[in-house]
């Protein structure tokens, strides 16, 4: 079915910043739209995010340069094409921009176009957004697998001013039996968790995430709270329920150095590892992300080399859904999983690429969100599509997180 029309506007993400929403309008009147989400504690590899900097509008974080650069350039050579060809699709808007990181008409401008094209195939397909996405993969079983959350309860670093280095604390329901328990057993914990916070007599209040923000003064606490929040709900430890940490460890390395405010200052990457090794002996930790800084590759050899067998070792601004990146991962066995941002690289096609690569290699992917998120639910039935058995999308508060876990919901109890 050909499109006929793209139309781009700008309308607001979770932190009340401008982003790129897209309409793409076929042939026969169906048309669907696709928001763009946006990071914080971006990598520096990512694909362009194209602001406007005009200090007038918006404190220079306007997006109506990527808005004009769909409704223009890139609608000039879309409008005419086949809604199902999307690797089509998605290279040509790779070819006019021209660039490596997609920095002339903007990597928000050109996903904005990708996704409501995914969307607006599966609108006049008539089939559900996830099952499109599974025959993107190449996958027509019908058959799925609904992905293991991770749940990030507690906010720190860039997500949560004045709370730990380490970005976040998440909650995994391994022993769940499927996604609406997960949900369910994710709910409980988070609120326990939000009990025990107040009775220590710290806020309750959240971070960009949805998880709680508390200054605990310390990196190691939270792992013990969040064991307790666990075991106050009536779950085991490590069985029922594991955690996962995001360090961001870009965001606190200087020089050579990380500087964890509140562990003694300056480490070494040898002393970092130690931290992590001490952890995963003590909390049933089995997921680590981002453990060191975007271009530590050493590091995480490091950490590979000493906890690969234990737990998942998760490159986020280290691979940026880059397959160049992680094709070197690959090569350097330096992690065992991927994050996967669709806004780190910018097309569908493109994000599906990655994730086969991964998995052809033994490489977990993880669907994720960005802590500047939307209504939009597209990872739910992407990660359900895909396949690839994890998603990362927040806390059990904030709707912009909780919509996905609604949206996850939903699939799970039609597929039933
Ligand atoms: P970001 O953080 O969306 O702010 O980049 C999410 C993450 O680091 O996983
Ligand atoms: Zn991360």
């Known amino acids: 079915m050909k499109i006929t029309n793209i139309q781009a506007q700008e309308v607001l993400d979770s932190r009340g910043n ?23 504690s971006t990598g520096t590899h990512e ?8 200090e007038k ?3 220079g974080k306007g997006v109506l340069k990527a808005v004009d650069n769909v409704n223009t350039k890139i609608a000039e050579v879309v409008v005419g094409m086949d809604v199902e060809n999307q690797k089509e699709i998605d290279q040509a808007m790779i070819s006019l921009d021209g660039t490596e990181n997609k920095s002339e008409l903007g990597a928000n401008a050109i996903l904005s176009v990708s996704m ?28 799925y697998e609904m992905p293991v959350p991770m749940i990030n309860i507690l906010n720190g670093g860039r997500h949560a001013n004045g709370s730990s280095d380490i970005q976040e604390y998440m909650i995994m329901p391994i022993g769940a039996s499927n996604l609406q328990e997960a949900v369910q057993w ?3 914990v988070f609120h326990n968790l939000g009990k025990i916070l107040k009775e220590m007599g710290y806020p309750t209040t959240v971070g960009d995430e949805g998880g709680y923000a508390p200054n605990l003064n310390s990196n190691e606490k939270p792992l013990e709270l969040i064991v ?19 360090a961001a460890a870009s965001e606190f390395y200087k020089d050579g150095k990380y500087e964890l405010k509140i562990e003694g200052g300056e480490l070494s990457k040898e002393q970092l590892l130690d931290i992590y090794i001490e952890w995963v002996d003590k909390y049933p930790l089995i997921s680590i992300e981002d453990g060191f800084a975007e271009d530590d590759w050493d590091g995480f050899k490091l950490l590979e080399d000493k906890l690969g067998e234990r737990i998942i070792n998760v490159g986020d601004d280290l691979f940026v859904t880059n397959i160049k990146r992680l094709e070197r991962g690959i090569e350097m066995e330096c992690a065992n999983a991927i994050l996967i941002k669709l806004n780190q690289i910018g097309t569908v096609s493109e994000t599906i690429e990655v994730i086969k690569k991964a998995e052809e290699n033994g490489f977990h992917s993880i669907i994720s969100h960005r802590s500047g998120e939307t209504e939009d639910t597209f990872i739910a039935d992407f990660a359900v599509g895909s396949g690839v058995g994890f998603i990362k999308t927040g806390s059990m508060s904030r709707s912009e ?8 919901m939903r699939i799970e109890r039609e597929l039933s």
């Open 18 to 40: 401008p982003t790129v929403e897209c309409t793409v309008t076929l042939e026969n009147g169906v048309s669907a739209s696709a928001i763009v989400p946006s990071g914080a």
């Open 47 to 54: 694909a362009v995010e194209l602001r406007d900097g005009d």
């Open 57 to 59: 509008r918006y404190l």
């Open 116 to 143: 409501a094209c995914v969307r607006a195939a599966a609108t006049y397909k008539e089939i559900p957004l996830y099952e499109y996405v599974a025959q993107l993969f190449g996958n027509d079983t019908n058959v």
């Open 186 to 188: 994710g709910s409980e």
């Open 228 to 246: 307790e929040a666990i075991k106050k709900s009536g779950f085991k430890p490590g069985e029922d329920i594991a955690i996962a940490i995001d």
């Open 401 to 408: 997180r909780v919509a996905k876990y609604n949206r996850l």
